[in-house]
């Protein structure tokens, strides 16, 4: 069912300093910092020839990162990300297997404006798994 690793998400608690190791010292492709209010994140996007990688570091108050980032003061894995084709299809065979699904079960529009769940990383070896429609 799922398909391509779409991204890997790392929190970091400095995003210049984290924008300048993957710049100048891992030599990879970053973008500019981009502003989503809507997720709570700054976001910089590493295009690598394979993949992604987003830096996340907290926008406002009620970040959704912020709890993550004090229990991991120097960053971390926040989740990974994987495309399937049809994301309510996919929704339902995960709760149908009994993996749980965040909030109510209603795909959101993601940072890259496509709709997006996320999976309960203790019924995923912990690990916090977002499913991105492409
Ligand atoms: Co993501």
Redesign the pocket.
């Known amino acids: 069912m799922i398909g391509r690793l779409?991204?890997v998400?790392i929190a970091v608690p400095d995003l210049d300093a984290a924008v300048a190791l993957y710049r100048d010292a891992l030599g990879a492709d970053v973008g500019a910092p981009q502003d989503e209010p809507d997720h709570g994140v700054t976001v910089v996007f590493i295009t690598l020839p394979n993949t992604k990688v987003?830096l996340l570091y907290p926008l406002g108050e009620t970040s959704p990162i912020a709890g993550f980032l004090e229990k991991n003061p120097s960053g971390g894995i926040h989740?990974i990300?994987y495309e399937v084709q049809d994301i309510l299809a996919a929704r339902d065979r995960l709760t149908a297997q009994g993996a749980r699904v965040l909030g109510d079960g209603t795909p959101r529009i993601?940072?890259h404006g496509k709709p997006?769940l996320f999976l309960h990383p203790k019924d995923f070896n912990g690990t916090l798994i977002?499913l991105?429609e492409v």
Do not use: D, I, T, Y
Request: hydrophobic residues 25%; charged residues 25%.
């Open positions: 779409n991204h998400a987003e989740h990300c993601g940072a997006v977002e991105e």
